[in-house]
């Protein structure tokens, strides 16, 4: 309840920073709509050619994409914004103030900071993934949508315990943001579905960098594809990485704060 | 006898630094093998401060004083000893602990700077669990005392140096800890901005009751706000007492000045000259004998005495000397 | 000039010995897009029996890589710092010399490109293996390609430096940058081969300068043009590049008037 109210403290604070910048604010939202835009446009010009990729139809691409960007902006929209900060307080050595705080510190240094204009992202997403189900003219069903919205969820945990991980070397390597630009890089790759890379790539798009299962998933889920089995999986793998992820942060505030063993 | 609200006992903190020499045949090595040097920051000190103290804790740079706050503030894990302050230990960083007590950096700013000092509050608020009554309280209160009124709606990157340093008081006192940690509070400030900086720790320290152990480079904070300072150098404690008395036995003796008007002749019948100048000249001369010694100048000097002063020798006289002895004072005698 | 450059050169080759590992990275996030779609396209020609249109599987993947060759050789990101140096105050020094700031952007440019272009040969070898690739060009392919790469490079260049002069009016051009990125992505044969693509987007795509500073080169390198329509190409590019270097003296003069008349 006290970390709810908190989260509504710190993201009231961001949002009117951002209300400040309208015009960056409106921008923004006209930029999300020309990305989806144009990537909407690129599955269209592939599907001139092809009925399905791998399997997938053009409406369940479509899905597919609205995933993505639901995901994207679920992690842009707290925890991108919140770990960019923790590597320069590391270096800084203001993450100190974090510290003195009688709060869990893995969930201050995660959702302190927010970039408000994301939640936009979410929405249209969003509208996609409609658009999607809508295309795909099945009818869903309860159980399909909390499938999906667990899947979801999962989706966004999986990538923020990679995240946490990453940020975490900082405590012991200076300078971590070229393994970000990595990371970033890879995300891109969870604009199509997983099967559709070489096995080595879809291995390390499950595991090492988990955005493709991450996106797959959920809209595998949503697709009717998915059973609940596989959303347990999927959900036990999510528990298993935030858990590593954060017993590792655990390791690196013990090693910043010189604590033996 | 109250219980003290900091027990420190054989504090140590040892640093593990890694050691590497220059060139492509050590980097190499290193890769194998990494080699390490022990720093001693903090050698075992070991002190008690009671309830509504303002204690100030001198040093030259190195000589682990933030590394001490920094332990009993919970940042730090020490290598031995023990310490509790407000009846828990720092390290554990338990709750009740974290919300009694604060740490402030003189050099380093907890606030975001996008945002006016205002919003940074109320994020504050929610995260030690202030009671919105209290909390308006506590912030009409820290706003009178700051004169923080037109600096509150302003983002804190428009601020100047002093209107910050003011800012980030208020926000580290927000929740009344009864516990405040300052290291170097007023560093880089103007010398108004210093006094004002002083002048409200005084008076907070007054009104609330609140223990206040700050670090200075600056004498004058010590001087202006406590009695009671302990000397730390080397990671050693060497003192522990009053100001005052420190001065006493450190440099007991009178700093005068003379000014002539004509050449400065030789003035040792009067006391040690330490320096002089052409026309002017410093003497020490031992403390019961300064109203003496002073009378014999204007007696013998005449005409030639264009002006003279009496004073304490500078407390960074004392501390220096204080610091060149490194090891600890034993405890005065009445 | 001769002079000016290698002395730029050798300034500029030291300080991007510090920057080395971030060097690479960039590298590889310019990999990372194409590969992908290489993906795509793979999974959807296998779907439609190994082929599609003219393209085979193996030439999707030739043209994908040849793809990542260019666009590495045609990278430009002076529309991202140019916004960056006038709020730093860089420009103003710069502007006092008789030099054209653009000179200096030209050997930060080349070094970048001449030490990120072995470790991109080795990735991308690496994806030629993974993929099957099947090499089916002449070696005029090859002697086009040279002149080919060049315009396109330069090409690239003025355009982005183009964009860039918007900052002495926009001050903050990210949605440009954005909204040209986008536009380029559809256009420039990034989502597909132009062969591929609807054919109102292959008019869009010759008759702006998209095509010739990524798809064509790319086409040359792969072999997939006929020797007529690849001296067509290279004089397309010839042509944009002229039409670039005028847009972007005009620009230019405009945009320092503003500067200067706004506060250097």
Known sequence: MRYLRMFRAFASTEFQFEMEYRGNFYLSIL??????????????????????????????????????YLIQGGVNLVFSPSFERVMEHVRAGTLDFHLLKPVNTQFLVSTRHLRVVRAADLVLGLVVVIVGLVQVGEQVGFAQALLFALALVFGVMLVYSLLLGLVTLSFWFVRVENLLAIFWAFTEAGRFPVDVYPLWLRVSLSTIVPIGIAVTA???????????????????????????????????????????? | MDAPVVD????????????????????????????????????????????????????????????????????????????????????????????????????????????????????LKEIYAVPTAQYKRTLDELTELLELQPLLHKPVRGLSLGERMKVEFAAGLLHSPGVAFLDEPTLGLDISMQGRIRRFVAEYNQRSGATILLTSHYMDDVVALCRRVIVIHRGVLLYDGGLADLAERMAPYKRITVTLRGDV???AAFGDVVSSTENTATLHVPRTQAGDRTARLVRELGDQLADISVEDPPIEEVIDKVFASERPLAEATA | MIRIYRQLLVAQIQAAAQYRIQAVLWMLFSIIRPVIFLAAWTAVSNAQGGSIGSYTTSDFAAYYIALTIV?????????????????????????????????????????????????????????????????HGQWWHLALFVPSILLAAALAFMIAWVIATATFWLQRINTVNTLFQRVGFMFAGQIAPLALVPTWMQVV?????????????????????????????????????????????????AGLREFSAVGA
């Open chain 1, 31 to 68: 930029e999300m709509f020309l990305v989806i835009g144009t990537s909407i446009a690129a599955v269209l010009v592939m599907f001139q050619h092809t009925t399905t990729m791998n399997g997938w139809t053009l409406p369940q691409m479509i899905l597919l994409l609205g995933v993505y």
């Open chain 1, 218 to 261: 959920p809209a595998n889920a949503i697709a009717g594809r998915m059973d609940w089995i596989g959303v347990a999986l999927l959900g036990a793998g999510t528990v298993l990485a935030v858990g590593i992820a954060s017993a590792l942060w655990r390791k690196g505030l013990k090693s910043y704060t010189g604590a033996s063993a």
């Open chain 2, 8 to 123: 420190v006992r054989a504090l140590r903190k040892v640093y593990r630094v890694t050691e590497r020499e220059t060139g492509l045949a050590a980097t190499l090595r290193s890769i194998v093998k990494r080699r390490y040097r022990d720093v001693l920051a903090v050698d075992g000190i070991t002190f008690r401060i009671d309830p509504g103290e303002v204690v100030g804790f001198l040093g030259p740079n190195g000589a682990g004083k933030t590394t001490t706050l920094k332990m009993l503030s919970g940042l730090l894990y020490p290598t031995g000893g023990e310490a509790t302050v407000l009846g828990h230990v720092p390290w554990r960083r338990e709750g009740d602990f974290l919300r009694g007590m604060t740490l402030l950096m003189g050099n380093r700013s907890q606030l975001v700077w996008d945002i006016p000092a205002a919003d940074s509050f109320l994020v």
């Open chain 2, 265 to 267: 002749g030789d003035l």
């Open chain 3, 71 to 135: 666009g590495h050789l045609t990278t430009a990101w002076n529309s991202f710092e140019f916004e960056f140096e006038i709020r730093q105050g860089r420009l103003s020094p710069k502007l006092l010399r008789p030099l054209h700031p653009l000179h200096y952007a030209v050997v930060e440019n080349l070094i970048w490109k001449a030490t990120t272009f072995l470790p991109l040969l080795v990735v991308c070898a690496l994806v030629a293996a993974t993929f099957h690739v099947e090499w």
């Open chain 3, 205 to 253: 795509s010759y008759s702006l300068p998209f095509a010739y500073f990524l798809a064509v080169p790319a086409e040359i390198l792969r072999g997939g043009v006929t020797l007529e329509v690849g001296l067509l190409y290279l004089v397309g590019q010839a042509f944009w590049l002229g039409l670039m270097i005028i847009a972007f003296r005009f620009a230019w003069r």
